[in-house]
């Protein structure tokens, strides 16, 4: 059984930045799909962005050139590098996994990831 646990959020005024880091326990081999979400009240789930098993990473619009995913497979730690935060950047972030699957990770709907953290909270406000 895989458990991931999100951290690092926090409230920052716009401009600011913030990682979040989510920690995987339990067997996630390297075929795996991880991947940061976040959901505004009100609003669906949105996928922010998505690591495979080559290193090769995807990217929401909305957060390209401002947000990095990336992993530390030592410390079995992904992250979230976030700069230049805006108030529309305010969600519940979450962290997935998802198992081997032939549909890139980008592309997989968030329905197809397998395990989830419980989130963490990023406010962004003046």
């Known amino acids: 059984q895989v458990q991931l646990m999100e951290s690092g959020g926090d409230s920052v005024q716009p401009g600011g930045s913030l990682r979040l880091s989510c920690v995987a326990s339990?067997?996630?081999?390297?075929?795996?799909?991880m991947g940061w979400f976040r959901q505004a009240p009100g609003k669906d789930r949105e996928g922010v962005a998505t690591l495979d098993s080559g290193g090769r990473t995807t990217s929401a619009d909305s957060v390209k050139g401002r947000f990095t995913i990336s992993k530390d497979n030592a410390k079995n730690t992904l992250y979230l590098q976030m700069n230049s935060l805006k108030p529309e950047d305010t969600a519940m972030y979450y962290c997935?996994?998802?198992?081997?699957?032939?549909?890139?990770?980008?592309?997989?709907?968030?329905?197809?990831?397998?395990?989830w953290g419980q989130g963490t909270q990023v406010t962004v406000s003046s």
């Open positions: 997935a996994a998802g198992r081997f699957s032939w549909v890139p990770c980008g592309a997989r709907p968030k329905s197809t990831y397998n395990y």
């Open positions: 339990g067997y996630i081999d390297n075929k795996y799909c």
